[in-house]
């Protein structure tokens, strides 16, 4: 399996993914998606969206504002609640999440659900070793709030302060009555959302893993109470199939199903589709019952009414809500990863290429006369056509063989070559990344051919 060193150096030299502010010498934990790495974002959300929305009949999709009143936050717990465990190690000051201290202290122990005083009691009885200075002296654990705090206006006062979203999900939430009376969905139904969302994170890291700033996509989908163990099955099935689907081998995926006891107090059952990251399986997806704690929140804060009326038997209730809520960057990590490969071909070389499920494959096509001075104009306006319908790239430079091989590496699906034969029979060469495998097309059936090769 490819290392994650690999993965950063093969990301930055190839334009996927760069280093936050790295003219001024970076920001920490920062990461900016060049031409390739923020198609691949692109390719990745439309996927997303296309299954969870345009293809569901139960689903719609909405866009809230990153800032919002800060009684949302009050009403949703964050305020009070969003907080991370923090110490500091007495000798060198660095700082560290206790939790991932015990558990990377000792593998088999899950600190999920422990309280502070439990976790200080650990780390003193098991004389657990700073990873910075390997002295064992640290102090007391207090909670971290990761909220993002700014202000709103002109006066720098507490009035106006305000928070950067740390999810997605609430913008739903205070949003739920709205959306069903505009669209006129029954419960059940679902509403999605893609959108940064900001945490100040203790111990970000593992390249994109875990930063401050990252982009989720979450849905909230309302069910009559009672019902949602059904729906939760039902979503925890869909998930899954819609990662296997986009190329995600079976055997790099697992269920975490939380313990009763390691259960948020708003959640009867929570999973996390776990994948197998190149430091070992950890979290990518994660899949909660929330019961109708949050509209309950906010029915009780804001003092609205936010039930719904059932049309067909007059019932009135809150509705319950299951939420799978999903990382882009996370994705974008487990599908570079998997899709990574060095192939040793039969004369001996080395083919680096990126084993991309086409629908996400930052280029459909790369267009490449064969001679540039010959077939430059015919292959720039077949560029030209294809690109009105796809992600296309041409490129003109170097022999054809060297050419294939960067398409390869970045993960361009099919190659197309226009040739000394293109003027004769209107006809062009198409080579497929996977297999290499080269078919002959008309240029008549080029768009509807490409359309069939990278469906999901
Ligand atoms: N509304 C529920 C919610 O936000 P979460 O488990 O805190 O749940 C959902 O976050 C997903 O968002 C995670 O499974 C992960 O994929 C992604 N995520 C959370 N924090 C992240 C961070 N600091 N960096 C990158 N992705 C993160």
């Known amino acids: 399996m490819v290392t994650l060193d690999q993965i950063v150096q093969f990301a930055k030299s190839t334009g996927f993914i760069y280093q936050g502010s790295e003219l001024y010498g970076g920001l920490a934990n920062t990461w900016d998606y060049g031409p390739l790495g923020s198609l691949l974002k692109k390719n990745i959300k439309d996927a997303w969206i296309q299954k969870f929305q345009r293809e569901s009949d139960y689903n719609v999709l909405i866009d809230s504002s990153i800032l919002l009143n800060s009684d949302v936050w009050k009403a949703s717990g964050h305020v009070g609640g969003f907080s991370d465990p923090l110490t500091e190690c007495k000798s060198c000051n660095q700082r560290f999440r206790a939790d991932k201290l015990i558990e990377d202290h000792d593998k088999t122990v899950s600190a999920d659900g422990w309280d502070t005083d439990k976790m200080y009691q650990y780390i003193l009885d098991h004389k657990v070793t700073c990873p910075s200075c390997g002295k064992h002296d640290f102090l007391p654990i207090r909670k971290f709030n990761m909220m993002f705090q700014t202000y709103q206006g002109v006066v720098l006062e507490q009035a106006n302060q305000i928070y950067l979203r740390p999810e997605t999900a609430q913008g739903i939430f205070i949003n739920f009555k709205n959306i069903q009376r505009t669209s006129r ?270 469906e999901f």
Not at 370 to 397: M, N, Q, R
């Open 185 to 454: 969905k029954k419960v059940p139904f679902g509403v999605c959302q893609v959108g940064k969302s900001f945490r100040n994170e203790i111990t970000p890291g593992n390249f994109i893993f875990r930063t401050r700033e990252f982009e989720q996509m979450e849905m909230e989908f309302f069910v009559k109470p009672g019902t949602e163990m059904e729906w939760f099955t039902y979503w925890k099935a869909f998930c899954m199939n819609w990662l296997t689907s986009l190329g995600l081998p079976e055997s790099s995926l697992q269920f975490d199903d939380h313990k009763p006891e390691a259960l948020s107090h708003y959640s009867n059952a929570t999973t996390d589709i776990r994948y197998k990251f190149p430091w070992g399986f950890d979290e990518l997806w994660g899949i909660a019952s929330r019961t109708d704690y949050d509209l309950k929140a906010h029915q009780l804060q804001s003092g609205e009414n936010l039930t719904y009326l059932d049309p067909d038997t007059n019932e009135r209730y809150l509705p319950y809500v299951v939420e799978p809520a999903v990382g882009v960057e996370r994705l974008v990590l487990a599908f570079l990863t998997s899709a990574y490969d060095e192939e040793t071909l039969e004369n001996g070389e080395t083919r680096q290429v990126l084993h991309l499920h086409p629908a996400l494959s930052p280029y459909k096509v790369a267009v490449l006369p064969l001679i540039k001075k010959e077939h430059g104009e015919k292959a720039f306006e077949i560029f030209k056509t294809l690109s009105k319908y796809f992600d296309v790239t041409y490129d003109e430079t170097q022999n054809i063989g060297k050419r294939y091989r960067r398409q390869d590496a970045i993960g361009t699906y099919l190659c197309v070559t226009i040739d000394h034969d293109t003027a004769q029979d209107e006809s062009v060469t198409v080579r497929n990344r996977d297999t290499m495998a080269q078919v002959r097309i008309p240029i008549s059936e080029l768009r509807s051919y490409i359309e069939k090769q990278i």
